[in-house]
């Protein structure tokens, strides 16, 4: 996301689904100089500290982080939103009009990038950040899902040499229809165009719907759901309820 500031790394996060994150912090330690440890040693680490972050990461930590790091990068791993479904038996037998299961309902409130994406960004500066689609590192072969790990480590200021890829952590597959279920909801394509519109790139460049449809048997039509009818109260708990932005 932008130029990437002057100035050594002091520190790399690595932000998102704690699995995603963890893998690319792997391989990111192997790098000459970088060593894996946990949030609360970046300022004491020898070298560059590599370590996973939640992405919806309290402003308290963004905080603390800056002060033990101010010259660290941040890589945030995005995962299309149908990969953190557990098991397809949320969506089983969904039709028009059906009001949105909460687990799917849950999902939509927790899984808008592009809000938790600005947040780091207004943290450690868009220049700082750099987006990764966890797919092209699952999904793809060892071959470019190295050149992309090249292009991370060049990002973070780190070692060029080879460092190998371990296997990437896959989601439980969903069938193509759910995953159009999923992806396609008019709330989450809403957000993945934000998210687009962030990162100055084409429409369909995230492709998280468009892969699904794709994928999908010819003609599919995804259910249209009603939202839940959410109780209005006076206090709100989880992220959604402690920051959100608009952009």
Request: proline share 7%.
């Amino acid at each position: 996301v932008g130029k990437v500031d002057d100035g050594p790394t002091s520190a790399v996060i690595v932000v998102g689904e704690k699995k995603d994150a963890a893998h690319i912090a792997q391989v990111l330690a192997r790098a000459p100089g970088a060593a894996l440890v946990s949030l609360d040693a970046v300022g004491r680490a020898r070298g560059i500290a590599v370590a996973v972050a939640p992405a919806d990461a309290s402003t308290k930590t963004m905080q603390e982080l800056y002060a033990a790091a101010p010259a660290l990068r941040v890589v945030f791993v995005g995962r299309r939103p149908s990969g953190f479904i557990d098991a397809a038996t949320t969506l089983v037998g969904l039709k028009d009009g059906d009001v949105m299961p909460r687990a799917l309902d849950d999902l939509v409130r927790r899984s808008c990038h592009v809000d938790q994406l600005d947040a780091w960004s207004h943290a450690f500066s868009p220049s700082r950040v750099l987006f990764v689609r966890a797919e092209d590192l699952s999904e793809r072969s060892y071959a470019l899902a190295e050149d992309l790990f090249a292009e991370i480590r060049d990002f973070c200021g780190l070692s060029s040499g080879t460092t190998g890829v371990v296997d990437a952590p896959r989601a439980e597959p969903l069938s193509p229809e759910h995953r159009v279920v999923v992806d396609c909801l008019p709330e989450l394509l809403s957000c993945e165009k934000r998210l687009e519109a962030r990162l100055q790139g084409r429409p369909g460049s995230i492709g998280w719907c468009t892969d699904a449809l794709q994928s999908a048997a010819p003609g599919f039509d995804p259910p249209r759901l009603k939202p839940p009818r959410r109780e209005k109260t006076g206090k709100r708990s989880g992220w959604f309820g402690r920051r959100r932005r608009s952009l």
